[in-house]
C-alpha cells in the first residue's frame, strides 16, 4: 500500500502565506516527478507546479513568483511554499506523483486525498 498524506491547509488572509506538504509512505523505492493541482469550486483541476527527482521546477504562469515547489527524497516528502496568497487560490490542493517505483518493481501513479486552502479576509 502506498500513499500521499497533504498537510499544511486552513484559512489565511489575503497577503498571507501558507506552507503544504506531501509525505509519501510504503514500500517505495523511488519517485519520479511529483506535482501540485488545485481545483476550485465549479472549476477543473489545475497544475500547479512540478519538481522532477532532480529539482528540476515548471509552475503555472498564475504562481509564477509567488509560489515555490521543493521536495526532500530522503524523506519522500513534497513541499509547497505559497506567499502573497490571493483569494482566488482558494482551492483544494491535491499531490501528485506520476511513478512512484515500489520495492517490487511495480510503478503506479498516486493521487493524495487533498487539502484545503482557503484565501479569505
Known amino acids: 500500500q502506498v500513499q500521499l498524506v497533504e498537510s499544511g491547509g486552513g484559512l489565511v488572509q489575503p497577503g498571507g502565506s501558507l506552507r503544504l506538504s506531501c509525505a509519501a509512505s510504503?514500500?517505495?523505492?523511488?519517485?519520479?516527478?511529483m506535482g501540485w493541482y488545485r481545483q476550485a469550486p465549479g472549476k477543473e483541476r489545475e497544475l500547479v507546479a512540478t519538481?522532477?527527482?532532480?529539482?528540476?521546477?515548471n509552475y503555472a504562469d498564475s504562481v509564477k513568483g509567488r509560489f515555490t515547489i521543493s521536495r526532500d527524497n530522503a524523506k519522500n516528502t513534497m513541499y509547497l511554499q505559497m506567499n502573497s496568497l490571493k483569494p482566488e487560490d482558494t482551492a483544494v490542493y491535491y499531490c501528485?506523483?506520476?511513478?512512484?517505483?515500489?520495492?517490487?518493481?511495480?510503478?503506479?501513479?498516486?493521487w493524495g486525498q487533498g487539502t484545503l486552502v482557503t484565501v479569505s479576509s
Open positions: 519538481i522532477t527527482s532532480r529539482g528540476s521546477t
Open positions: 510504503g514500500s517505495i523505492f523511488s519517485i519520479g516527478t
Open positions: 501528485n506523483a506520476d511513478r512512484i517505483y515500489l520495492t517490487t518493481l511495480r510503478a503506479l501513479e498516486v
